[in-house]
């Protein structure tokens, strides 16, 4: 949806929060829920979507005439996508997913194919006044490659080059239709690339050079015109709740990216666990006890501990962190765990809202992105004491983001 205060705002939220895997699945979601949101929060004006497709889904849309009929629907209730979540390639529902979520990697052909799959609908899909992005992984899983230098090397490199052939076609969609696409890397703790110094090297000393070596001998064109066409089509998807548990400040990421030439794809608007660690071992004890239902099996949940020193220390994961907590150096965890967004305290916890409504704030002044997509995609393993209806969950979330652009 436009968001009414500044129409340059396109908000929606990311279908990966619905568990199903295949296209009658994923269409099934959007029957049943997105006609409902649109009723209650935007009934007269066109609604935006954010979907999320596995491969088996890509495919299956691609066959007979799904799409077109796909496309009719979106008509029919006046209802758009502009952008799509490419980060799981496969099951994110219902089963042990954890640093599979990384698999296949962009050294593979198979990420390759998934995303030119998901080109081919957005470049469809998309209306023709709007760019449309593909968030996806921050190229691969850190901890598959930390200790072997020169495979890590390997897989920096044979990324570049497949990013760049996913480019390659959508400069051909932009000759062809006039729309830009872009991929939207999206880091976050223990990605091969997790923070804004590591994506600025990625795409100084790896993209750039790789990239545009190999888009200026495909395409027959200047070098330096290949580095302008990677730097519009791959772009950064800024999930609030990964820089958060990074520690990064909001403004300090905008002006660096922005100073480096590297643009904004798409905010993620998510909210990671915050807690400050208490001195007193009792108290700590508590944290432990009121963390520990967070510590679930299906997704990856990294901690990452600021100490007193100021340092950082990671965890790959909260069930793996807690045994440490009693113990540790830190004054404060922050854990990647998307709560709703609408929660600043729960128990003894907190979010990171803050860092949203920061960025909310920085948006209206800064021309830095303008699709928002909410991703609060745990609903199935919180806590049950968090949980409510579903369908109002989602307009909760919305009516945040939306109370807080009114109020600034």
Not at 41 to 47: G, H
Not at 119 to 129: C, D, G, N, S
Not at 258 to 275: F, L, N, P
Not at 365 to 370: F, K, P, T, V
Request: with cysteine; charged share 20%.
């Amino acid at each position: 949806m436009k968001i009414t205060k500044n129409s340059n705002f396109h908000l929606t939220y990311c279908s990966n929060i619905h568990p199903g895997e295949t296209w009658l699945e994923v269409f099934a979601n959007l029957e049943n829920y997105i006609p409902e949101l649109k009723s209650r929060l935007s009934p007269t004006e066109s609604f935006g979507i954010g979907l999320r497709l596995a491969d088996i889904a890509a495919t299956q849309l691609l066959e007979s005439n799904n799409l077109a009929q796909f496309q009719a629907w979106l008509t029919q209730h006046n209802l758009y996508v502009f952008t799509l979540n490419g980060f799981p390639y496969g099951g994110f529902h219902r089963q042990v997913v954890k640093d599979q979520v990384y698999a296949p990697d962009w050294s593979t052909q198979e990420r390759v194919n998934y995303t030119l799959n998901l080109t081919q609908i957005l470049a469809v899909l998309l209306p023709k006044e709007l760019d449309g992005g593909i968030s996806t992984l921050p190229l691969s899983y850190k901890p598959w490659w930390r200790k072997d230098q020169e495979n890590f090397e390997t897989v920096l490199k044979k990324s570049c080059l497949n990013i760049a052939s996913v480019v390659g076609e959508m400069i051909r969609i932009y000759e062809e239709t006039g729309k830009i696409l872009h991929i939207d890397l999206e880091p976050e703790p223990d990605g091969l690339i997790e923070n804004t110094s590591e994506v600025i090297d990625f795409y100084q000393n790896y993209l750039l050079p790789i990239g545009s070596n190999y888009l200026s001998e495909k395409l027959n064109i200047e070098q330096s015109l290949a580095e302008i066409k990677l730097l519009e089509h791959v772009r950064v998807c800024y999930d609030t709740c990964h820089f958060s548990v990074e520690y990064e400040e909001p403004q300090s990421v905008f002006t660096r990216l922005q100073s480096a030439g590297i643009k904004i794809g798409k905010i993620q608007i998510s909210a990671a666990i915050k807690v400050k660690i208490p001195a007193d071992i009792e108290k700590r004890s508590l944290i432990v006890e009121r963390l520990r239902p967070f510590a679930e099996s299906t997704y990856l949940h990294q901690v990452i501990e600021r100490r007193n020193d100021g340092t950082l220390h990671h965890y790959p994961d909260l069930i793996t962190a807690l045994p440490h907590l009693e113990q540790s150096l830190a004054e404060e965890w922050r854990i990647h765990f998307h709560v709703p967004i609408f929660i600043h305290d729960y128990q003894i916890l907190q979010s990171t809202q803050d860092d949203i409504a920061t960025v909310l704030n920085l948006l209206q002044i800064n021309d830095a992105c303008s699709h928002l997509e909410i991703e609060t995609y745990t609903w199935d393993v919180l806590p049950s004491e968090m949980k409510i209806d579903l369908l109002t969950s989602i307009q909760r979330e919305y009516e945040w983001v939306l109370n807080e652009f009114a109020a600034n």
